[in-house]
C-alpha cells in the first residue's frame, strides 16, 4: 500500500484531507509527516500553513529525524536552510553526515551569531576545512575564536569558496540579529541592562517556543475560507479513499487560493521568522526590531519576551496606546506599561488601561483617580470592566461633579 506521502505528492487525496496535512495533524511517523510538511512548503494553497507547522514542530521529535543519516534529503535541506534553522535542532543537523558540506559552507557565512556559536560546538565543523575557511571570514566570529580556529590542519589550498547561494543571502533583508555595528549605544545599553537582570530567568526559560496569546495565529488568515477543513474533517480516519481496483481516488477539484496581498506575505514571513527563534533571540528582536514585530513579540506568552519590547527605544507612544487596550497581552505588560514614566504621562495610555478588563485590578484603581470627568462617566457604564471598576469610577464622577469639584 502506497505511504501517505506519496499519495500526496501525486495528488492522490482530497483537499480536506491536504489541510489536514498542513496543520500536522495527520497520524504518521515524524519523519513521514515532516517529509509531507516540507512538500507543502511548495503547495500554492497550503504553503503558508505547511511552513508555520514546521516552525512549531515539538524539538524531540524533530530532533530524532534530523540526527538520522537515512533521513528524507528534502527535510534535511529545508531544515539546514539559513532562512528556516531553528537554533535547538542545528546540532543534530551540524552532525549528520546526510548534510552535504556545501549547505555547511553556506550556513558558516549566515549572518547570525547563533549560528556560529553552534559551529564553534561542532565536531564536524572543526574538521571540515572548506567549512572552516568560510566561518573565519563571518563577521559575527569574535577576534579570539577567530585566533583559536587557526589555521586548519591540512587545509586544501584549494578550499571551496562560499557558495553562490550564500550572496544571494548575504542581500536578503537585514537579519533577524542585527550586527553589533549596526546598533545605537542606547539599544547595547538596553540589552545589556535587561539580560543581566533577568540571566536567571532567560535560562530558565531559554527553550520556550513562541506561543502568542489570544489565536493570534488564526487572524492572520493564512488560508482561503474555501479551503478550510470543518472541525469534524480533523477526525475523520487519515487515509486517502483507495478503488476497488486499488488506484487512489481522484482528488476533489480545489478552489485556487486567492495570491496573497504583499502586506499579508510580509506578516507571514515575520511570524516564521519570530516562530525559528528561542527565547533570547525573540528578547533580542523585540529590543531591536520594527513596529511589525514589536506587534506580533507584545503577544509572546513568555512574559520576558513581551516585556523587553516595552524596553526597546524604538517604540512610540500610539504603539503603547493601542498594547494598552489589547485583551490578548499578558497582564504582566499591562501591570509593566504605567510603572515606565514615560508612559505613564500619557493620558491616552492611563485611559486605555483603565477601560482594558484585562488590566490588574489594582493596576486599574490606581490608575482611575487621573481620568477626567466624561471618562469616568463612560467607565461607569462600561459592562466589560469589573463591577468594582464600574462602582468606582461612578464614585469619582459624582465627587467630580460637586460643587467645587475639578
Known sequence: MSRMVDLIKASAVPAPLMQVAARGALSLPAAEMLEILVFLTHNPVFCNQAKLTLAGWEENSARGVLSDPHAPADVLAYFIDPDNIRPGLLPAL??????????????????SRETVEALLESRRVHQTAPVLSV???????????AERLGSPTGARSDASPVPTAFHEHQDDARPVTSAIGEDSEEILQVLTAFERQHAAEIAADANKPFQPLGGFVAELELDDPATDVPDEAAAQPCSASVSASGAAAAPAPAKQKPKAKPAEQERVSTLQKIAKLDVKGRIHLAVRGNKEERSILIRDGTKLVALAVLESPKISDMEVEAFASQKNVLEAVLRAIPMKRRFAKSYTITRNLVFNPRTPLDAS??????????DLKNLAGNKEVSDTIRKMALRGFRQKMQPGKG
Open 94 to 111: 551540524l552532525e549528520n553526515p546526510a548534510v552535504p558540506e556545501q549547505a555547511l559552507c553556506i550556513l558558516a557565512a549566515a549572518n
Open 365 to 374: 484603581l490606581g490608575l482611575m483617580k487621573n481620568l477626567l470627568v466624561n
Open 135 to 145: 566561518l573565519r571570514n563571518n563577521p559575527h566570529l569574535s577576534p579570539e575564536e
